[in-house]
């Protein structure tokens, strides 16, 4: 009974697999982090097709360490690895460095190859305890793919845990809506790339056919939640290309920065911002970025974000969200018959849950409470 439950979850995942990563290519447009993604999904497939082949042919325990599931295993933990990287720095990811960050699996997965074609004793292992017994270059070839494997899974969890906040601060004075990125995004990857990667860990090292059931059902969940999240996921658009190097473009600091003439510079261009935005309300656009005020002031990027946190006293996005948050309030006011979602949407914010955050942050209560007190 175990064993047809875990044959219709493998063919569950594998189509699941083969379905996500062909709508995350199709609906990649230009974001290559999907493009990596749905490239990963399709190698999971095919990975858990070598499984289920395999094991259709197999009359006795399944094999531990199999070093087609090793190799296949390490390529997708590597691509998962790129996903993220290309999430956190756009365009970091040239083909040069593609090729260069995945190409320890394809050597290693090579070496054991010529290893296999050249005559070289291979054996066939059932538990961990004897893969140490029979020790050799078939083993040490194996655990160096899998300790490749292990580097791979563990880089993106510490990316995301050193960069996450720094990226989060550099969205927030750059764009007007970071919280339409769903930067929480990165935690819940974390998380799930431990589960994917735990429970893969499981189906290389284990051989009882209950933990085969559950695990497979565990991670058919948590590969839908994964492609879900990735594919709906705004995308993060950014004068700012990464192609030259990984770190942000912190701000510099300008010459004379505590002379009279630049803090007298400075406060005119506030002022000329403020009576921009009274004026032209480029807050009403949801997509407001500060390159945008770029076109406007002739100023360059790094003087404008330091105006704002200096001059102004916050961040870009904050600046924004407190003239969007007047924008609704004018609204409730003058119409009280309009929905939240149209107060909302007609003050310049992408989605409802966003405008709510926003208000509370800025008022101390939430839209409807606001409203129905008039």
């Not at 979850?9 to 594998?14: A, R």
């Not at 230009?30 to 082949?53: C, E």
């Not at 029979?134 to 995301?160: A, E, K």
Request: glycine share 4%; charged share 25%; aromatic share 16%.
């Amino acid at each position: 009974m175990l064993d047809k439950i875990q044959f219709l979850l493998s063919l569950q995942i594998i189509g699941f697999c083969i379905f996500g990563g062909l709508t995350l290519l199709l609906r990649a447009s230009d974001n290559r982090a999907k493009k990596i993604l749905g490239w990963g999904m399709f190698l999971w497939a095919f990975l858990a097709a070598i499984r289920l082949s395999v094991n259709l042919y197999l009359h006795e325990p399944k094999e531990a360490f199999h070093p087609d599931i090793l190799i296949m295993g390490a390529l997708v933990a590597a691509m998962l690895a790129c996903y993220v990287i290309e999430v956190l720095r756009p365009g970091f990811l040239t083909s040069q460095r593609f090729l260069l960050f995945i190409s320890p699996v394809i050597f290693g997965g090579l070496a054991y190859l010529t290893y296999r074609l050249s005559g070289g004793e291979i054996h066939t292992y059932y538990s961990i305890r004897e893969v140490f017994e029979y020790f050799n270059m078939d083993v040490l070839l194996r655990m160096t793919v899998f300790l490749l494997t292990l580097f791979y899974m563990v880089l993106p969890v510490y990316l995301i845990a050193r960069y996450g906040k720094d990226f989060k601060v550099f969205l927030s004075e750059n764009v007007s809506d970071p919280e339409e990125y769903d930067l929480e995004w990165l935690k819940k990857t974390m998380i799930i790339f431990i589960a994917l990667h735990g429970f893969y860990l499981v189906l290389l090292l284990t051989n009882t056919p209950l933990m085969y059931a559950i695990d497979k059902t565990v991670l058919l969940f948590v590969w839908y939640y994964f492609f879900y999240k990735a594919l709906f996921l705004k995308v993060v658009v950014l004068e700012h290309s990464f192609e030259s190097g990984w770190d942000l473009p912190y701000q510099e600091e300008e010459d004379g920065d505590d002379d009279d003439e630049h803090r007298v510079l400075s406060k005119r261009y506030a002022e000329e911002v403020n009576a921009w935005f009274e004026r032209e309300k480029p807050y009403l656009r949801e997509d407001l970025r500060l390159t945008d005020l770029q076109r406007i002031f002739p100023i360059s990027r790094s003087y404008l974000s330091q105006l704002f946190n200096r001059e102004l006293g916050q961040s870009f996005s904050d600046y924004v969200n407190q003239f969007r948050i007047e924008e609704s309030k004018r609204l409730m006011d003058t119409e009280p018959n309009v929905s939240i979602q149209e107060i909302a949407e007609r003050s310049g914010f992408h989605s409802i849950s966003t405008f709510r955050r926003a208000f509370q942050k800025c008022t101390g209560t939430i839209p409807s409470e606001y409203k129905n007190s008039k």
